[in-house]
């Protein structure tokens, strides 16, 4: 069993208690992580500021420097980062569509690459013989960083990459659900970086709430649930922290009748289902028209059988389990509820009835629609309701009437109509014929209670920043 450590000053750090780390292909600990409290958040925020100075005032060019040596890296202990990724969140080595721990480790390495390439310019406002004014970015001071457990190294790169670059230092609370990779990622990282510069401390809710309202911590980035960001950012009203929030998602797909259903059923597949559904922007209300409604369903359903669903360390394994029994558990109830709807449930809809695991089989209902929680609410598991639609008007009102606006999605052959019909989705990233297809260097930000600020790109960078206008008067 590997005791796993917080990281504060450059130093490794225990607690008095430790919670269990758990695959949940097996319902087995298999490490433990510190249990942390308010006085470890106490120390590591002391740490980030006293190594501010020194980190916000070296070159930028060494800054982007150190990001490449952490994405060397993680290259570099790639092997050791998966397999702890598939134990602790029990995503496939490999994955349906190659969504699994080996994406996760290759997307981390690739957004720290990213960022470290990404510029964010002095911007001229007017230089002529009277002035000269500039907007400049500064560094915030220490950065507070949140994550949750479906993606929790890629989504902490994510978070500390820009804010790292910007010149901030940072303490970093991974999900107690899975703290390892994270705390691993974070020790060999301080192997990079100076003491101070990127602490770590493990532990539930009450470090995240210690982390919201604490009076040094100058910005928050917190990616979880709607519910936790509302708090999160009430906490973080006390000292006006700038805060970036990347919350829940209920994304819409909808299908227009003129799709290749054989060709078309493998990629919604995919978009719905990858990583258990248990990602942010995953497809999770599929709007279909009659026509194909009863052969799409159908394709999907068949698709869905064949999939194997097991231990993500096998590398033969398309789905693992679920990360963790209260959203297994959240998925049961939402499958009951859906047959006592009278949903129609195309494959699955029973969990196995022993082995250990989180297992639940990835299935599909029908002839269910809006007013059902399944279709309302995010179900953050492998359990899709297909929603029969006649007019494309009425679908579309449908996939906005939500209090949540992550992503959204449009299928069709007419890629003119699919891409006029998708601008009218209230939805801060949309596609055509694809669904949570993310890239480094373009912004992703959630509208309505899917969030606040965004990350990605310049603009993701320069949320990590205060901006400061300077007027030279030269006459
Ligand atoms: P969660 O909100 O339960 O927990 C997220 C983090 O917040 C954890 O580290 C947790 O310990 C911490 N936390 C709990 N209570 C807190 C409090 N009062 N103050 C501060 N921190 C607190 O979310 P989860 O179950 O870990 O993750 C699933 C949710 O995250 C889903 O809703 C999913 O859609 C969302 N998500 C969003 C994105 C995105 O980019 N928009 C990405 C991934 C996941």
């Not at 120390?43 to 980030?48: D, E, L, N, R």
């Not at 959240?330 to 499958?335: D, F, G, P, S, T």
């Not at 006649?390 to 052959?413: E, V």
Request: proline share 5%; net charge negative.
């Amino acid at each position: 069993m590997t005791d796993f450590a917080m990281m504060i000053g450059g130093e490794r750090v225990a607690a008095g208690e430790t919670d269990m780390v758990i695959n949940p292909a097996t319902g087995r600990g298999f490490a433990t992580a510190p249990k942390g409290g308010p006085e470890h958040v106490d120390a590591a925020v002391k740490a980030a500021r006293a190594a501010f100075p020194a980190w916000s005032t070296t070159p930028i060019a060494k800054r982007r420097e150190k990001l490449r040596e952490l994405a060397a890296m993680l290259e570099a202990n790639f092997s050791e980062l998966m397999a702890l990724c598939t134990k602790e969140t029990g995503k496939p080595v490999k994955g349906y569509g190659g969504v699994g721990s080996a994406m996760e480790i290759g997307g981390s390495i690739a957004w720290m690459q990213a960022t470290a390439a990404t510029e964010l310019p002095v911007e001229i406002v007017q230089d002529d013989a009277e002035a000269r004014v500039e907007v400049r970015r500064l560094p915030i001071g220490v950065v507070g960083s949140i994550t949750p457990w479906n993606w929790p190294l890629m989504i902490g790169v994510w978070h500390y990459a820009p804010a790292l670059l910007a010149g901030n230092t940072v303490v970093a609370k991974p999900s107690e659900f899975t703290p390892a990779t994270t705390l691993r990622f974070i020790e060999l990282a301080n192997e990079i970086l100076p003491a101070g510069v990127l602490n770590a401390v493990s532990g539930g809710g009450d470090v995240g709430a210690a982390i919201a309202r604490h009076a040094d911590i100058d910005k928050l980035v917190f990616t979880g649930s709607s519910p936790t960001g509302r708090a999160v950012m009430a906490a973080a009203s006390g000292n006006l922290k700038r805060l970036t929030l990347e919350l829940g998602g209920n994304d819409a797909g909808i299908v227009l009748p003129d799709v290749d259903v054989k060709e078309t059923a493998p990629k919604l597949f995919g978009a719905c289902f990858h990583n258990n559904g248990q990602t942010c922007q995953a497809l999770k209300r599929l709007y279909v028209h009659e026509d194909i409604y009863e052969a799409l369903g159908a394709e999907l359903a068949a698709i869905a059988k064949s999939v194997k669903v097991g231990d993500g360390l096998d590398e033969a394994t398309d789905l693992g389990p679920l990360q963790n029994q209260k959203q297994l558990d959240i998925v049961k109830r939402l499958a009951d509820e859906a047959r006592q709807a009278g949903g129609r449930f195309l494959c699955g809809g029973e969990a196995p009835e022993e082995g250990g695991g989180f297992f639940y089989p990835p299935t599909i209902v029908a002839d269910i629609s809006d007013g059902a929680r399944l279709v309302d609410e995010e179900q953050f598991g492998p359990i899709l309701p297909i929603v029969k639609y006649t007019d494309i008007n009425d679908a579309m009102a449908r996939a906005n009437a939500s209090s949540q606006g992550l992503g959204g999605s449009i299928w069709s052959a007419d890629l003119d109509r699919a891409s006029a019909l998708v601008g009218r989705l209230e939805a801060g990233s949309v596609w055509v014929n694809a669904h949570a297809a993310i890239q480094p260097d373009a912004p992703m930000a959630g509208m309505k209670q899917s969030g606040l600020g965004c990350e990605f790109g310049h603009w993701g960078l320069a949320e990590n920043t205060n901006m400061q206008t300077v007027k030279i008067v030269k006459a």
